[in-house]
């Protein structure tokens, strides 16, 4: 399928996991993605791989919590393309902390890049996904929808993001913008590969993280995402899509 020609998407976190899956099948697709992350060698091996693929991308390092950083790079995608599709924005942290232990920097690191960095994205897109009736698609989580034990500050954020990205979908309907969410669970990526826990860490309460049907490859999310950013998702605003195996089901 192409169904991405001539458009252009700006993807965070395209250095790994989701993210890098995404821009990759978003290149299949016909898509110029402008890839962004903080780690610059993972950032430049997805371009790399994409082009070696024949398809369009550029990489750029960036720091979606620092607010000048999201901007000179917005910019720069625009300058580079001339225009600006979609948004998919998956960059994002996971740390388990017992809640009566929590420190304030490990709650505020990550607030500041899975919801802050989240909206400096949201905000710098916006002017220019008006101008081409565009689509944003935002990480969130199941744990925005469920109770994760010892992931406090991280539910918090991604709760943040489902909210924030239902009110862009409703401010920005009628203006031809779209923002949906996606929901992972259990999906094979650097972040669960170097997950840590808490040695009060209950794990009776695992199941509730766990997909009834096996983890899977972030490949499995990438689909979901190109649907929601194309015009196959043309009358899907503000939802959130579960792509959990079955976990919350
Ligand atoms: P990942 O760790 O494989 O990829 C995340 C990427 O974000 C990395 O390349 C990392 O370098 C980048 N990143 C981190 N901080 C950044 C910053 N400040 N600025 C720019 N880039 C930064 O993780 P993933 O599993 O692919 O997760 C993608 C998104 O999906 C995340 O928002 C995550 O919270 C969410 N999610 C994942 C799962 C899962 O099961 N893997 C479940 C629910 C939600």
Redesign the pocket.
Known sequence: MQRLTNKVVLV??????????SAVRIAAEGGSVFC????AE??EATAGEIAANGGEATARV?????EASVQKTVQACVERYSRLDGLV??????RFDDTQELQTAHWQKVI???LT??MFLCRSVLPHLVETQGSIVN?????ALSGLPSGLA?SAS?GG?LAMTRSIAVEYAKRGVRANC?????????????ISFPETMDFDLMPRIMSLTG?KA?EV?AGVIVMLVSEDGVHITGEDIRV?GGTLS
């Open positions: 965070s976190g395209a250095g790994s996991g989701i993210g890098k899956a962004i992350d903080l780690n993972a950032v960036c720091d979606v919590s620092d924005n998956m960059a994002g942290i996971l500041d890049v899975n960095g989240t990480a969130a989580s199941t744990a991280y991604k993001v996606i929901c992972p669970g259990d999906i094979n990526t650097g972040m669960t590969d170097s983890a972030p999310v959990d």
